[in-house]
């Protein structure tokens, strides 16, 4: 096959409609929040908390719908013995933005924080925000090399280029418009990409539809023609794993920078609820095109196709069963359409995750816990620096590691099992400190790599009930192996313990310490026995009187640190006092220690 001259001068249109587009974004709001004198580095990250209904709704929706989103539908509901009963990506994450909407948004927004991870420095000190950070920094790394490395499979299939070249040049011009304009050009380019992937997959399914070598799928949902129904379904056995990997996507879909980066650049608590509310929906329906192309799949007789007798499956091209349909189902125009799409998806997915890493880093690690007298610029060129940094590494890995998946697979259960227990624990739970974060971290942490990891060959340490052994043949080798499959829900069993782990060990800490049980020298975490130790305890629950509370009402962990962490975590353009007198007090040099 040669290199299709037409689908070439395709993608270098929309790449470049992409790049105008983020350019244009960057240049028309360089003087954002000038006049409420924000900082630069905080509009960089969060767009000068401005962002309205329409782009929100678009970039929110749109970080999600990347290109595993929809590649990973299509792939599951085309799987033979899955089906649409396994493909649960859409609802998953629709309910997790729900979910997000209802309990999470508005405290977050409502209290100014620019991270993710700001609570969390907050409330458990800078060091913990560190530990926090390397989970939250792997998620989000190993997401944009997976979605990198997709996009350089699916423009191989369809335009026959160079797979290493496509990664490149789209990794590029991501990082390129994200160095620029921060959050504004990734928002912004968001809305054009979310529009392209829907013309785009939208225009592809009737012309698939109505190819001769594919059957009614009214008919294939049902009945077994080419292959198993479509529709799938759940055997008994395999119950408590589709429980675990549905909660997975439900509430780990929750506790990542990208999606509280939208959140907290919503110009007001409620709209972070809406644009919650509306990018569910908008990920049900982006869906909905990738379900079809699935089912399409399905029902094709391959050997009146250009593809061959020899099905995706048996080929073991099942994850690109999309690109697949697009070149061999569609005319050539069409499926140049469809690859725009798939490039938008990648894009609006991988510029968000890195501009979510390197804001992390400026911020949580770089200001507060290393440089806290660092200027504006200084944190806006650490930025670009480590934009680049993250872009290239993530890149580097989608060229060389055949084994990205599996890493994001395994990363994003540490997300779900470390780091969504304790963002319950710091917002809605009163009393936690450092000791049962750690504790929470540990247990988090063994719990979940103890089940093991198949698609990397970790073997496990910990038999959970119900385990079996299968035959596999793996990925890469293409060997028959044997794999130890864990049919417990170990991953979601992981997180309710690492959550009781953390109340548990905080009141233990707490007790231990203040009935003189132990020394309260031993407190070298700061966390307990403290000047503010009481005001600690009281003050974790973060909602109690309302949307607006002054993060200087509650005491940081290390009180030395307490001037600049009230300064740090406090906005003056997004909270407002309760009275006249809580302004005089918060603007006093002693505001953090409460009058004392």
């Known amino acids: 096959m040669t290199i299709h001259v037409e689908g070439l001068v395709a993608i270098a249109i929309f790449y470049l409609l992409i790049l105008v587009v983020g350019i244009w974004a960057a240049w028309k709001n360089k003087h954002s929040g000038e006049a409420e004198g924000t900082d630069r580095s905080e509009t960089i990250m969060v767009g000068g908390r401005d962002i309205g209904l329409f782009v929100g709704g678009f970039t929110m929706t749109a970080t999600w719908v990347g290109g595993g989103y929809i590649n990973g539908t299509a792939e599951y509901v085309y799987l033979p013995d899955y089906g649409l009963a396994w493909a649960q990506a859409p609802f998953g994450y629709a309910l997790s933005l729900v979910v997000g909407g209802l309990f999470f948004a508005k405290p977050m927004r409502s209290r100014g924080y620019v991270t993710m991870l700001d609570p969390f420095q907050q409330i458990y000190g800078k060091r913990m925000g560190g530990l926090l950070f390397i989970p939250a920094l792997m998620g989000e790394i190993f997401w944009s090399a997976a979605i990198l490395s997709a996009l350089g499979a699916t423009l191989s299939v369809i335009v026959d280029i160079n797979i290493k070249m496509s990664v490149v040049i789209s990794a590029l011009i991501a990082i390129f418009y994200t160095l620029v304009g921060g959050?504004?050009?990734?928002?912004?380019?968001?809305?054009?990409?979310?529009?392209?992937i829907f013309i785009g997959l939208w225009i592809s399914v009737p012309f698939a539809l109505t190819n001769p070598a594919v059957s009614d799928i009214t008919i294939t949902a049902v009945k077994?023609?080419?292959?198993?129904?479509?529709r799938g379904s759940i055997n008994k056995s395999d119950t408590w794993v589709w429980i675990d990997n549905f909660c997975l996507l439900m509430l780990g879909g929750i506790p990542w920078q990208v999606y509280f980066q939208r959140v907290l650049s919503a110009s007001s608590a409620t709209y972070a609820q809406v644009l919650s509310f509306l990018a569910a929906f908008g990920c049900l329906v982006m869906a909905v095109p990738s379900v079809l192309i699935g089912a399409i799949g399905a029902s094709t007789d391959w050997n009146q196709t250009s593809y061959g007798a020899i099905s995706p499956k048996e080929r073991d091209q099942a994850d690109m069963i999309l690109p697949i349909v697009l070149q061999h189902l569609c005319p050539p125009f069409v499926s140049f359409f469809g690859l725009g799409a798939v490039s938008a998806a990648v894009m609006s997915s991988a510029d968000s995750s890195i501009l979510s890493a390197s804001s992390m880093f400026a911020r949580n690690i770089y200001q507060l816990a290393f440089r806290q007298s660092a200027s504006d610029r200084e944190i806006v060129w650490v930025m670009r620096i480590t934009i680049f940094v993250f872009g290239g590494?993530?890149?580097?890995?989608?060229?060389?590691?055949?084994?990205?998946?599996?890493?994001?697979?395994?990363?994003?259960?540490?997300?779900?099992?470390?780091?969504?227990?304790?963002?319950?624990?710091?917002?809605?739970?009163?009393?936690?400190?450092?000791?049962?974060?750690?504790?929470?971290?540990?247990?988090?942490?063994?719990?979940?790599?103890?089940?093991?990891e198949p698609y990397l060959q970790l073997p496990p340490f910990i038999y959970y009930p119900g385990w079996t052994i299968e035959q596999r043949i793996h990925h890469m080798t293409g060997e028959m192996e044997e794999v130890v499959v864990q049919k417990f829900p170990f991953k979601t069993v992981s997180m309710i313990a690492s959550f009781l782990g953390n109340v548990a060990f905080s009141y233990l800490a707490k007790y231990l310490f203040e009935s003189g049980k132990i020394s309260h020298k031993y407190d070298f975490l700061d966390a307990v026995v403290s000047k503010h130790s009481g005001e600690i305890m009281d003050k974790t629950t973060l909602v109690t009187r309302g949307n607006n509370i002054g993060l200087s009402e509650m005491a940081p962990v290390k009180p030395r640190l307490s001037v600049t962490l009230a300064a740090a975590f406090t906005r003056r353009d997004t909270l407002q006092a309760e009275t006249v007198e809580e302004e005089e007090e918060e603007s006093s040099p002693d505001s953090s220690d409460h009058g004392e």
């Open 183 to 196: 959050l504004y050009s990734v928002a912004y380019t968001d809305v054009v990409q979310l529009i392209c």
């Open 224 to 230: 077994h023609v080419y292959q198993s129904p479509w």
């Open 393 to 452: 590494l993530a890149t580097l890995m989608a060229l060389v590691t055949g084994t990205v998946y599996g890493l994001w697979y395994l990363s994003s259960d540490l997300v779900y099992v470390i780091i969504f227990p304790q963002l319950i624990s710091v917002l809605f739970v009163k009393g936690t400190n450092t000791y049962g974060s750690v504790a929470a971290y540990v247990f988090g942490m063994v719990l979940r790599i103890g089940g093991g």
